[in-house]
Nanobody, 127 residues
Framework: QVQLVESGGGSVQAGDSLRLACAAS????????MAWFRQAPGKESEFVAA????????SYSDSVKGRFTISNDRSKHMMYLQMTGLKPGDAAVYSC????????????????????WGRGTQVTVSS
């Protein structure tokens, strides 16, 4: 059973930084594409960042590029999202997602591709 648990959310001021973590219980001998998505109240869920299992291929939405950094630690089955220069528009529930893939250089930006989801962690940014 694949389980994803996010942590690290909180309430910060604009310009501050936060580091989100996703602890993943994954099947052995399986590679996964992983990503972060976020959903603000009254808005649709949107892609934030994705990383391949190898960790060397990443993708970011235009809204966070240059401010957020996604990474993973395969040995610990962890994924991280380092967020800097936070803006009020970044406030949302951030969820991590994972899906088994056949090679370790794949990632997806389409949330429909992901099979496993965490419950999310709240990020609040005040101006």
């Amino acid at each position: 059973q694949v389980q994803l648990v996010e942590s690290g959310g909180g309430s910060v001021q604009a310009g501050d930084s936060l580091r989100l973590a996703c602890a993943a219980s994954l099947r052995a001998f399986t590679t996964y594409a992983m990503a972060w998505f976020r959903q603000a109240p009254g808005k649709e869920s949107e892609f934030v960042a994705a990383v391949s299992w190898s960790g060397d291929r990443t993708s970011y939405s235009d809204s966070v590029k240059g401010r957020f950094t996604i990474s993973n630690d395969r040995s610990k089955h962890m994924m991280y999202l380092q967020m800097t220069g936070l803006k009020p528009g970044d406030a949302a529930v951030y969820s991590c997602a994972a899906v088994p893939v056949v090679t370790d250089n794949i990632y997806y930006t389409d949330q429909a591709k992901y099979a496993h989801w965490g419950r999310g962690t709240q990020v609040t940014v005040s101006s």
